[in-house]
């Protein structure tokens, strides 16, 4: 019972990271300036990093399948992501907004998993944290900069924190099991990321003058976790997938 | 051969095992061995990857076992310690005089927990100014970060701090 329960946390970490990483790396050759460029690819190289380590964790400890396999093969209902991270890049306000949302989402998490009682996730949070830093530093220093530059600068900002605030509350989607995995000390439960995550990030967003939507009134946007998703995901499977499934066992 | 020669000669042969995303540095500069032991006839490596996504970890696990080898000529298991993470503290002196004279700029030592501002005015590698900012904390490898010099205009990047 646990052991499916602690799949599933893995596997829904594992999926946003690889969706987000994919939706990263499409800004390759299109950046604002060549700094932004470097940095989305940098982040998205990162990103799938990560989804390999975490799949990895379920090929080795929870007999789960090839990394590979795993992440090209799947049917588009076994993908856990959430709706943040399958929406297409847009613009360039909206993907800076999504990664500032997402990566501190992320940093609160594995902060979170230097307590975790499952040793290999444990161990994988603390080479992610720092890594995540640099993720975290990234866009706090472009949200900040982009918002004290005032007129339209500052409205795109607020428009794409409006638009991605729904999306990014779903990341905290409950899980299934998740009281099991509380009480077993895997790690605090979404409800408690939530409350972690809405400290850290209202601390930049005050900073920048940027006005956080009530979480009172807020609708998150869920289903991802439960494999409903957006008509943004299939598409992209297609293409990620393509060359894979050419020939799954072809030796790289 | 007995096992002390062995090891010995196993560290020796590290030390041509050269990072292929800069190429002065070898293995042991960099921290990235964590262990060498010698069991059955064979040479057990333990060894981290610098970032979790670094591409060239294959590469360079493959470039272990073929150098060590061909200098002990004993069959050689290279595999990721999961114990130990790598931060840039690991990075010997030696490391970074390399780095230097390779015009790029060291990481900062720092105590466990890295705060951003440790990058602000990291010295330049060409001109030893500290007049410098931080353009990126990426660069053309996850590992290092892009700098500008104020001083003398130069655009430098640095093997980044990491905790």
Redesign the interface.
Known sequence: MMKNAIAELITKMADDELILGHRNSEWTGLGPVM??D??F???A??????A??LYRILQEQLDGEDPDQFAFMRAEQDFKCCHLVEMPIGTYDFSLMRHFLFDHAEAVRYDSLQQSSFE?LQ??S??????L??HT??ADAWILQLCKAGGESYERMQAALDQCFPLAAGIFEPGNDEQGLINAGIYPGEQALYQRWLDAVNTVLVKASLNMPDPATLIPQYGGRKGNHTPHLQPLLQEMGEVFRLDPTARW | MTADNTITNVYKALEQVMDPEIPVLNVLDLGMITDVAFHDNTVQIKMIPTFAACPAISFIQEQIRKVVNRETRLPVEVSIDKTVHWHSNRLSEVAKEKLRNFGIATPQVHQGELRAEIMLNTPCPHCNSSNTYLRSPFGSTLCRAIHYCKDCGMVFEQFKPLE
């Open positions: 700094e932004e470097i940095a690819s940098s982040m190289q990162d990103k799938i990093g990560h390999w380590a290999p161990q994988l603390r080479k992610l944290k720092g890594e830093k640099y530093l990234h």
